[in-house]
Nanobody, 119 residues
């Protein structure tokens, strides 16, 4: 199993920046991808950014050029640097890890962390 703990959320003004961190523990060596998703009130959970063990990244169109995902394998952590934040970025942000168990790919989620962009 893989356990995930997020940190770094909070309240920020429009145009500001935040950096989210996600610490992974457990079966670290089996992780094939990590990423961030978000869920605003009344909406579905959507992809924000992902990164694979091979180093490729993928971003939602709405955050391209503003958000950057990075991974520190030595610290078993993934980060989301969020710049030029907008009120529409307000959501609960969830860390995700996909790991292999035998022939299966299993998804693990953090508990979520609130990000609020408001003046």
């Amino acid at each position: 199993q893989v356990q995930l703990v997020e940190s770094g959320g909070g309240l920020v003004q429009p145009g500001g920046s935040l950096r989210l961190a996600c610490a992974a523990s457990g079966s670290i060596s089996s992780i094939v991808a990590m990423g961030w998703y978000r869920q605003a009130p009344g909406k579905q959970r959507d992809l924000v950014a992902t990164t694979t063990s091979g180093g490729s990244t993928n971003y939602a169109d709405s955050v391209k050029g503003r958000f950057t995902i990075s991974r520190d394998n030595a610290k078993n952590a993934v980060y989301l640097q969020m710049n030029s934040l907008k009120p529409d970025d307000t959501a609960v942000y969830y860390c995700n890890a996909v790991y292999k168990r035998a022939v299966l790919h299993i998804s693990s989620w953090g508990q979520g962390i609130q990000v609020t962009v408001s003046s």
